[in-house]
């Protein structure tokens, strides 16, 4: 008979930075509310966690300059 089998492909999601195939379930969104609308991408852990820094940096300054 036909050696059949079966393959289960595993779509992956691309990270909007480094281009990294990342597997979807542990992908993070990125949310960016912009004046458009609100933009989501999908990241891997590592510039997640550039991102998160940034945006805390960002969040940071502007608390400093309004005192």
Do not use: Y
């Not at 379930?25 to 949310?31: G, H, M, S």
């Not at 852990?45 to 300059?65: F, S």
């Amino acid at each position: 008979m036909f050696g059949w089998t079966i393959k289960k492909v595993k779509k992956t999601v691309q990270c909007f930075n480094c281009g990294v195939d990342v597997d979807p379930e542990i992908a993070f969104n990125v949310k960016f509310n912009t004046a458009e609308g609100l933009h989501t991408l999908k990241s891997c852990q590592a510039c997640a966690d550039e991102v998160n820094e940034v945006l805390k940096a960002i969040e940071e300054a502007r608390n400093d300059n309004a005192m």
